[in-house]
């Protein structure tokens, strides 16, 4: 996702989202209690975005598109989803199977890979959608209705990952960020562990306790595999739950391609002595900022993803990194300057076509240059059985920076 502006004064609550922000703040006040006055941040993240009915990810706001509060790739242009289609289409008829896609967002990527599979004739035999909140599934549905009868035929939504695994392709775009994730402080003894308190106001307040013997020892872990130490004072963020998911996900595949689409870095850039103060951002209205207690229930709270975590998983999961490269190099390997200019050409008119090619030249400059979403997000593929290489890796290959 990507903020459509700067860091503002953040808009104001309507009466609405004020009366939901308090119920999500009681039940985090309520959830500091029964833990003796402090929650650990990762438990807090489970509240305020996956809480049924209170969290961001589970109650009924808009989240997705102009009207909500970021925009991702899919919804910023057709274009995104015809190139992962591309791709997708490459693996399947190497597999042939289903395609898998995880949180599902509005159901744009779910619209445009299945209509461009249709056009490659490589279409899946399924095209799942794994989707744990009733509200965004129901935004899905009504999305994926513009599709063919023959397509939407395909669809099936699913509650958890499937019984026997699938052979095909999983899509996992701006999931892995969305994990709850802990944040850490070094000090020149043993590493602090961020959380969540009270102030005698009743007030969400951060709050630092020492790191339990499981925390510090992935922190020892960490700066251990780093060519520079952290110095006291650092703070950033890890995410325990990224290895238990990516071998879950590899659980659920029999032989295809996982392809991560996430804004982040390998561990030695992720962990940088000068970015000292982690990555975490909020989104609120398309406004970036990095109070995570601010409107709680009411906005994104996200994390880069560390992609050297993910290979040392996929490693576990007996997954192979099949590619690592920017969303960039990746949709420009995957044929969009030819998606765009057929795209323009196959506009009515001169002045249509004029501008159309302008319209979605302004799309494909978002998601390719270097200030926009070209290279702080990161395409992966974890693959299993799968010997040709694949398409989208083949104009940049990062896995050495891992």
């Not at 119920?23 to 807090?44: C, E, K, M, N, S």
């Not at 969540?196 to 020892?220: C, N, W």
């Not at 299993?384 to 104009?395: I, S, T, V």
């Amino acid at each position: 996702m990507t903020p459509d502006a700067a860091v503002t004064i953040l808009p104001p609550l309507q009466p609405d989202e004020a009366r939901h922000a308090a119920a999500v703040l009681q039940a985090v006040r309520d959830a500091i209690a029964t833990h003796g006055g402090w929650l650990p941040f990762d438990d807090y993240l489970r509240i305020v975005l996956y809480a049924p009915g209170l969290g961001y990810y589970s109650a009924g706001s808009i989240k997705f598109g102009r009207h909500g509060d970021f925009v991702t790739a899919p919804e910023l242009s057709g274009l995104f989803g015809r190139c992962v289609a591309r791709q997708c289409a490459r693996v399947l008829q190497l597999t042939g199977g289903d395609v898998l896609e995880l949180g599902a967002g509005s159901g744009a990527l779910a619209v445009g890979v299945l209509s461009t599979l249709a056009e490659l004739g490589a279409l899946p035999q399924h095209y799942y959608i794994l989707e744990v909140s009733a509200e965004l599934r129901a935004r899905q549905e009504q999305r994926c209705a513009s599709l063919p009868p023959a397509l939407r035929a395909r669809l099936r939504w699913l509650e958890a990952l499937p019984a026997t695994p699938i052979a095909g392709v999983i899509l996992a775009n701006e999931v892995a960020d969305a994990l709850p994730f802990k944040r850490f402080t070094i000090t020149s003894h043993a590493p602090l562990e961020g959380g969540v308190g009270l102030s005698p106001e009743g007030a969400l307040i951060e709050a630092e306790r020492p790191a339990d013997a499981l925390l510090a020892a992935e922190v020892a872990q960490l700066a251990a595999s780093l060519s520079t130490p952290l110095p006291p004072g650092y703070r950033s963020e890890l995410c325990p739950m990224l290895k238990p998911w990516i071998v879950a996900l590899g659980d659920s595949l029999s032989r295809g391609a996982l392809l991560l689409i996430d804004y982040g870095l390998g561990r030695r850039e992720y962990y940088h002595p000068q970015r000292g103060h982690g990555t975490l951002r909020c989104h609120f209205r398309h406004r970036a900022h990095d109070d995570a207690l601010l409107h709680p229930g009411l906005q994104d709270i996200t994390a880069w993803v560390d992609f050297t975590r993910v290979a040392e998983a996929a490693v576990e999961a007996q997954l192979e990194v099949g590619g690592y490269c920017t969303q960039a190099a990746f949709l420009l390997a995957n044929g969009i300057e030819s998606e765009l200019a057929a795209s323009a050409a196959s506009a009515a008119g001169p002045g249509s076509a004029a501008a159309e090619q302008a319209r979605l030249a302004s799309e494909a400059r978002q998601l390719l240059l270097p200030g926009e979403m070209g290279e702080s997000f990161k395409v992966m593929a974890l693959t299993r059985g799968l010997a040709a290489p694949l398409r989208g890796f083949e104009y940049q290959d990062l896995r050495r920076s891992l």
